[in-house]
């Protein structure tokens, strides 16, 4: 079964400089699967841009990292 992905499912660009964005995981010192943390970093080199790191504990939090980066201030 196909899933339908929305906008809501999508990363926006970076609101700095526009590049795309990407979910990273930063696999912690152990081989247990539990540790690390995820965020969203602009793949731009000259930019760098991040979200705060979420510590996930086994689950998904694909869905706050990408609502977290999207949120926008309308100024």
């Not at 795309?20 to 731009?44: N, Y």
Request: with cysteine.
């Amino acid at each position: 079964m196909d899933h339908l992905i929305d906008d809501n499912d999508r990363l926006k660009p970076c609101p700095f400089c526009g590049a795309e964005a990407e979910i990273i995981t930063l696999e912690g010192e152990t081989d247990e699967p539990s540790i690390g943390a995820q965020c969203v970093q602009c793949t731009s080199s000259a930019c760098g841009a991040a979200s705060g790191l979420i510590y996930p504990l086994m689950d998904d939090v694909t869905h706050l990292l990408i609502e977290r980066w999207n949120k926008r201030h309308n100024a």
